[in-house]
């Protein structure tokens, strides 16, 4: 759902030009639709466990992955200019 707006953001600064560009791309994309999975799935839960118990383990680790690439992706901005 928030890949295209994300997308269009990429394309329209030449973000791939950069190195860990496309790994930061699609981990964060990969934590938005994590997470709205997530609030998809916080409407219909039967107790707030099972929610956390989601969120920690499926959004986590996408996020995890995420600030990870798109850190690694700063810096080589930042060393550029």
Same mark, same amino acid.
């Given at each position: 759902? &928030?890949?295209?707006?994300?997308?269009? %953001?990429?394309?329209? @600064?030449?973000? !791939?030009?950069?190195?860990?560009?496309?790994?930061? =791309?699609?981990? &964060?994309?990969?934590?938005?639709?994590? %997470?709205?999975?997530? @609030?998809?799935? !916080?409407?219909?839960?039967?107790?707030?466990?099972? =929610?956390?118990?989601?969120?920690?383990?499926?959004?986590?680790?996408?996020?995890?992955?995420?600030?990870?690439?798109?850190?690694?992706?700063?810096?080589?901005?930042?060393?550029?200019?």
């Amino acid at each position: 759902m &928030y890949y295209d707006y994300l997308n269009a %953001f990429w394309v329209g @600064y030449s973000m !791939s030009n950069y190195n860990y560009a496309t790994e930061c =791309l699609e981990n &964060y994309s990969l934590f938005m639709d994590s %997470f709205h999975l997530w @609030y998809l799935t !916080s409407t219909r839960r039967r107790t707030y466990t099972e =929610l956390w118990d989601l969120f920690f383990t499926v959004a986590g680790t996408d996020f995890n992955e995420a600030w990870y690439k798109c850190y690694l992706y700063y810096d080589d901005i930042s060393t550029t200019y």
